[in-house]
């Protein structure tokens, strides 16, 4: 198994904690899917972490995808949401460290915060022609 989607399954902090050892000791994982779980800053950066050491995408962008569309809605939802936050934000500036495919992120209408949105701006910092849609 190289992929997995554990995305809005309530997982919150101590979910992250009892998730962090099968992250870090995986050989085979490259892509999981974390959004949507009400992570706190300290579980986020944990992963987030452990995601740059193993090179694994923690938002689901395979190592081959450029494009990276975070709205809302944007998959066909019926409804609009679920929305990223704060803690989303970090576990995507993780993922812009280990996925160099990209070019572009568009995060429209979602809630990752003034900190969050000024850690993705520094995460993108330098990196030509890149586009981050906030």
Known sequence: MTAISLQANALGPEGAKALAPVIRDSTSITVIDLRYNSLD????????????E????????????SVADFTPGARGAR???PF??????????ADLAV???????????????????????????????FKLLL
């Open 54 to 65: 193993k090179k694994i995408s923690l938002c689901g962008i395979t190592p081959d995808q």
């Open 79 to 81: 409804d609009w949401g």
């Open 41 to 52: 800053t300290e579980s986020a950066t944990m992963l987030a972490n452990i995601a740059k």
């Open 99 to 129: 996925r160099a495919s990209l070019t572009s992120i568009i995060l429209r209408w979602n809630d990752i915060g003034e900190e969050g949105e000024a850690s993705l701006r520094k995460a993108v910092e330098g990196r030509s022609g």
């Open 84 to 93: 990223m936050g704060p803690g989303d934000a970090i576990l995507l500036t």
